[in-house]
């Protein structure tokens, strides 16, 4: 549950925005992606360390 603390006088608008920010963060609909159709466990830990070798071939690539 998330909770967002409202000073009095506070726009509802300023509020809600914080309220999207920290859902946002909270990555719940990232999740809800992910767990809506199964990943065998080696295919995640494949897609894992490709993305790791991408990542690390971009910060080879900038360093030359």
């Known amino acids: 549950m ?14 809600l ?3 999207k920010k920290k859902f ?5 609909v990232k999740q809800l992606r992910a767990r809506q159709h199964y990943t ?10 490709i993305r790791a070798a ?4 971009l910060r080879t690539q900038e360093d030359n």
């Open 2 to 15: 998330l909770i967002i603390p409202i000073k009095e006088g506070e726009n509802i608008d300023k509020a």
């Open 17 to 19: 925005k914080k309220y």
């Open 24 to 28: 946002e963060r909270t990555a719940v």
């Open 40 to 49: 065998k466990k080696s295919v995640s830990r494949r897609d894992t360390i």
């Open 54 to 57: 991408f990542k690390e071939k």
